[in-house]
């Protein structure tokens, strides 16, 4: 997978934690999904087509996704509440849209999120697509975002997000 | 002075709700999507919009395409993760008024609508 991709996720993510919560994210070393293990008890998915084909996910145990939605909204909600994964998808949206408009490419489209909510759930990626799983700490927890990404070939419409399953 | 917001997020409309109330402004209708935007504008008559690009149903663009058709006048701002130069092109082209990209600091939109309004209403 190309480096510059894995920068751009980090900056943004960096960016959107910073100006929406208030808050520093450091990052561990990313490596290919499956050798780092990452806790998903919520997952946001975002799904890239046209030059870049894939989905990334930003998955959180439950502790740190509970503390992320309450400093970006500034008051709690439980994972059952529609502001909970309306909160995460949203973050998901900002991280994945601010990291695809610094691609330099003209043709990259993203999905609506997607927000799963299950104990240490699965989330799988398409056999063709190369994965990659940074991990991140913020002060409210450890997450990781999951790249996976399609060979270069386009697509004709965003939402080739992973499928996801309890687990 | 009435402001639409139309985000497919409760979180950003509640967000910006806030901003706009500390600059005064109280009188705030939120719409889902283009769609419901659109089923909104002619009754509530907004005289400022803050408009997101990517919505399900219809999209922010697809909304502000048929809303100049009937309205060249009423300030959009477009307010979204979408910062590639082709599509603040686009928009421009479409008729928004300013611009905003997410994350934002409230400073931010909170000086991009006292510009958009000031600019309109010099305009006028």
């Known amino acids: ?167 | 002075m009435r402001v639409m917001l139309v985000d497919d997020s409760k979180t950003i409309r509640r967000i910006q709700r806030s901003i706009l109330e500390q600059l005064g402004y109280t009188e705030i209708e939120e719409a889902c999507d283009g769609q419901d935007a659109l089923s909104r504008v002619a009754a509530f008559q907004p005289n400022l919009i803050l408009l997101d690009w990517n919505m399900p149903n219809m999209d922010g663009i697809t909304f502000l395409k048929a809303f100049r058709q009937k309205d060249a006048a009423t300030p959009v701002i477009m307010v979204t993760t979408e910062s590639e130069k082709t599509r603040v092109i686009e928009a421009i082209r479409a008729g928004v008024n300013n611009y905003v990209v997410k994350p934002f600091t409230p400073d931010i939109l909170q000086q991009r609508i006292k510009e958009t309004l000031e600019k309109c209403k010099a305009a006028a």
């Not at chain 1, 949203?90 to 691609?103: F, Q, T, V, Y």
Request: hydrophobic letters at 40%; proline letters at 7%.
């Open chain 1, 1 to 167: 997978m190309d480096a510059t991709l894995i920068r751009r996720f980090i900056e943004a993510t960096q960016n959107v934690f910073g100006t929406m919560l208030q808050s520093t994210v450091s990052f561990g070393k990313p490596g290919p999904t499956g050798q780092i293990r990452s806790v998903g008890d919520v997952s946001g998915i975002i799904g890239f087509s046209g030059d870049v084909a894939g989905a990334a996910v930003i998955r959180m145990p439950m502790d740190t996704a509970t503390k992320v939605v309450e400093s970006f909204c500034g008051q709690p909600f439980g994972p059952d509440s529609e502001d909970f994964a309306d909160a995460i998808g949203e973050i998901a949206n900002m991280i994945c849209g601010s990291a695809k408009s610094n691609l330099n490419s003209s043709c990259v489209n993203i999905s609506c999120p997607q927000v799963v909510v299950g104990k240490d759930h699965k989330v799988q990626k398409p056999s063709d697509a190369v994965c990659i799983t940074i991990p991140c700490n913020a002060p409210q927890g450890p997450f990781s975002i999951e790249i996976s990404i399609r060979a270069a070939a386009a697509t004709s419409s965003a939402g080739s997000s992973p499928h996801a399953a309890a687990g």
